[in-house]
């Protein structure tokens, strides 16, 4: 990442502390940036050039970048309750067929949907 974005590795990590960067953790505690962090290290280094302070980019990072990380961290939960729906879903076939040809037929997609969007406010 730090060659891709030009910058050193240390200086990822000191974004990250300062929270310009979020990055999740590996079970074996690695960090991973999403796709848009290049985006954003390029944004931090530019204002650096333009010579604003850390606070000053920071509150811009927060509002460039704000809602495409709010955008992706809900994508990603979302993803996590389809995974979850799903394996509900094949663990009642397993347990109980009738009552998975039921679910099956009476619940549509978009039910399946809004089921997993009010799991999440519920989390």
Do not use: W
């Amino acid at each position: 990442m730090a060659e891709k974005a030009k910058v050193t590795k240390r200086t990822i990590d000191y974004y990250t502390s300062l929270g310009l960067l979020k990055a999740e953790r590996s079970p074996s505690n690695y960090r991973y940036y999403d796709h848009s962090a290049i985006d954003r290290i390029a944004f931090i280094e530019k204002c650096k050039d333009d010579g604003l302070s850390l606070e000053e980019i920071k509150k811009k990072v927060i509002s460039q970048f704000s809602e495409e990380v709010d955008v992706l961290e809900l994508r990603l939960k979302i993803q996590d309750l389809e995974e979850d729906v799903t394996k509900a879903l094949s663990q009642l076939k397993k347990s109980d067929p009738e009552k998975y040809e039921y679910v099956k037929k009476n619940i549509s997609h978009e039910s399946l949907s809004l089921i997993q969007s009010l799991l999440l406010l519920l989390n």
